[in-house]
């Protein structure tokens, strides 16, 4: 008998711990059922809901545009190769992405269109319109998701794309945007003229300073050593010293000449000796007035070199004043042309249907996280079970 007892003791217990897992397990897929239904479902639904229901129908407008320089040859490119200024297309471009996602176009395109009347219309979709009291952080947030642009580096090509509830306000935006981008380039293009005006004008005092010094170098030179051109006085006392050399020849054939029937001690040989010696000393004269100075202590010959390099210098000078001047010339012709330009390849567009919001993808995109988190939240769940 009491063996009986025993075992039906441990049957009921059995069974009780038994019936409590079963509850266990049953309230644990309960929860799970509800937690799916309340992590994926009720979110998809409401998602569904609103877009269908609630989001206003969204209308795009596309252009494609880029920044255009003329190209200009410059005549004198070999004197003027230092002075000129290399632009990029596709730094231009970038510079323009960036401005048409700014505050400061924000404020521009809000001033001529009134953005609030454009982007706050469907008072019932408080999701996809703009707020009555947004901030200016608000506006460019708001901006920068219903205006996409996108920049080809290859190219410098900008696609843009403006989105808004009606198909009219969509391209009145994308033109104002247009608008707004070509006072841009042109106000880039009128900086770089006013800048290669004044860089043009800067070089060309530097090259007439510099002109102007090595002119009152050579003034100066000129006073100092009592002469005008020390070559043309090397030259003359060179011609007297063919002179003498032509006259010393001839005397010497003159007296080989009568020598050789007269002899040695006639008379004329004599004569003709001493006018022989007379010229050479005459030839070594001039030789030694080349190796002094006209006045002061430097030869001839230093004053020659020195004054070649002051012509070098004043050469040199001459040709950087032309170069500057032919630039000079040069950026005042650019400045009296565009160059730069918006080319734009495709005008904004008028839409006819509406494609936005694309209420499967984001219906697709909700549902996705939401079994996401669901399932982050179930393994979160057992791996902390199966440790305690």
Known sequence: MQVSSNIDGGLRVTGAVSDKAE?????????????????????TLLTAAYLWLFAADQYHSEAAFSVRSEDFSNPLEALSAFTQVGSSSSSDSQILYDFIRSQPLIQKVDASLDLRRIYGKPSHDPVFSLEDDASREDKLDYWRRMVKVAVDPSTGVLSLQVRAFTPEDAQAVAKEILTESGFMVDDLSRIARQDAIRFALEDVEEAEAMLRDIRRNVRVFRLENDIIDPTEVAESQMGVIAALESQLASALVERET??????????????????????????????????????????????IGAYEELLVDL????QAYTAALASEEQARAEARRTSRYLAVHIPPTLAE???????????????????????????VYYNIRDRG
């Open 315 to 318: 050469e040199f000078a001459q």
């Open 258 to 303: 009568i020598a050789g029937f007269a002899g040695q001690e006639d008379q004329r040989v004599k004569r003709i000796d001493r006018r022989i010696e007379a010229v050479r000393s005459q030839i070594d004269q001039e030789r030694r007035r080349i190796g002094k100075s006209t006045s002061g202590p430097t030869s001839l010959v230093d004053v």
């Open 23 to 43: 509850t266990r397990a049953q309230t644990r897929h309960r929860v799970m059922r509800f937690g799916f239904l309340g992590t994926v479902v009720l979110p």
């Open 353 to 379: 249907d509406s494609i936005y919001p694309q209420r499967w993808l984001l219906i697709l995109l909700v549902l996705i996280c939401s079994l996401a988190a669901y399932a982050t939240v179930l393994l």
